[in-house]
């Protein structure tokens, strides 16, 4: 049976990556298996995009328009999910448009009978941990945390993509069934490790960072650690801040050290270059919900591209680092034990290549698309194989 599918999404494709990173390659490995799939997309964050709708990989990308509002928006998109006909409507996140569009299917759901699609929930992040960061109001923040609970506990099924969601969700809705489906790669995109290093090269030690990881006291002792063991090391800091203010703290924590370079956004066109002359890249963490719920994309890219990396075991960064494919540093190591981690990794090059033949093995088999979305359908089949729930029994 070939299935339709649609994807709505809580916003557009120009500021956040969820689209690109994890909802567009699911659908397009369902594409790939003889399915049809639409992604929704309210564009209220790249207004300029309103209107749009291009098919990426045999999947139709279809933009909104945004005129007359928040719930002329939804309305819209609730239309252009009844225009589809689907058997399956995924929405991805609990929150925003897409919760809107969730409540709004699950409200008329007794009228509709046998005519109503499944309706299924994909969490890639525990949103409420976002609040503090954000500074929301208060009464936003607790809107959006009632919307993602009544969210968890109004699908037919969940998807999560991280082991720390799928136990939330059950802590949360423990009667409805879940699918652990992390994020995954793109065979296709595997490079071929020509990472011509010259032995007299300082070495390059890239951080990619949201600014949000660790605090910027952490960051300023491990450096201090690792410059004092290897003088002539650099670090890279690559990334933006979730929000504005973020970034501040951690540049006057540094201020000062030349062989610190900060490059702000990296575009995707020039990342390439940035992996190609890293000599190690490091993913510390601190062991809170907000990144043991994440499954960083970046993390599994930096892998796939040569690159060793030696990381905080929070998370799902066990997960991607496990078997081998990283050098994984307990989560709550210090920052001078963080380190001295990455001091044994550059001093043993030998052990970068291990690193990069386990992490391709690992990454090309369990966290191969194709591989997560032969899970995805069995999960749709046995859903549609059961009863509609019921929109009477979860309303608390």
């Known amino acids: ?25 699911m659908a397009q490995a369902l594409v790939a298996a003889g399915h049809s799939a639409t992604i929704l997309i309210p564009p209220w964050d790249s207004p300029e995009d309103a209107g749009k709708t291009e098919t990426i990989g045999g999947v139709r990308m279809q933009q909104l328009p945004l005129g007359g ?14 225009q589809a006909m689907p058997h399956i409507v995924h929405i ?22 046998q005519a109503a699609p499944r309706i299924l929930l994909d969490v890639d992040d525990w949103e409420q941990a976002w609040n503090p960061v954000n500074r929301y109001h ?44 992390p994020n995954g790669v793109n065979p296709l995109s595997a490079p071929q490790f020509n990472r011509s290093a010259t032995p007299d090269r300082p070495p390059q030690v890239l951080f990619f960072t949201r600014f949000i990881e660790v605090s910027p006291d952490w960051l300023k002792t491990f450096w201090a650690e690792l410059h004092s063991q290897m ?29 610190i370079t900060w490059t702000g956004y990296v575009p995707s066109n020039e990342l390439g270059d940035l992996y190609a002359r890293a000599t190690c890249a490091i993913f510390p963490a601190t062991p809170i919900p907000l990144l043991e719920a994440k499954c960083s994309v970046r993390l599994a890219t930096t892998l796939l591209h040569g690159v060793p990396v030696i990381a905080s075991a929070v998370g799902e960064q066990s997960s991607y680092g496990a078997d081998g494919a990283a050098q994984l540093v307990p989560a709550r190591a210090t920052p001078v034990e963080f380190a001295r981690a990455v001091v044994e990794v550059l001093q043993n090059p030998a052990q970068h290549a291990a690193l990069r033949a386990h992490a391709t093995d690992r990454l090309l088999t369990r966290y191969a698309w194709s591989h997560l979305t032969a899970q995805l359908l069995d999960f749709y089949t046995t859903l549609l194989d059961q009863p509609r729930a019921s929109t009477t029994l979860r309303q608390r």
């Open 69 to 82: 509002g928040l719930l002329a928006t939804v309305r819209r998109m609730v239309q252009a999910v009844d």
């Open 1 to 25: 049976m070939s299935l339709r599918i649609v994807f709505v999404a809580p916003f557009g494709l120009k500021q956040k990556t969820t689209v690109w990173a994890r909802t567009l390659p």
């Open 138 to 181: 208060w009464f936003v923040g607790q809107f959006l945390r009632r919307q993602e609970e009544w969210g968890i506990r109004h699908a037919d099924g969940i998807t999560a993509a991280s082991r720390w969601l799928e136990q939330k969700v059950a802590t949360v809705a423990p009667h409805i069934p879940t699918l652990y489906l």
């Open 231 to 259: 003088p002539s090391a650099q670090l890279v800091i690559a990334g933006t801040p979730v929000q504005p203010w973020l970034a501040a703290p951690f540049q006057t924590a540094l201020a000062g050290e030349p062989q």
């Open 92 to 113: 991805v996140k609990p929150r925003a448009h897409a919760g809107l569009v969730q409540w709004w299917l699950w409200q008329r759901r007794p009228y509709r009978q």
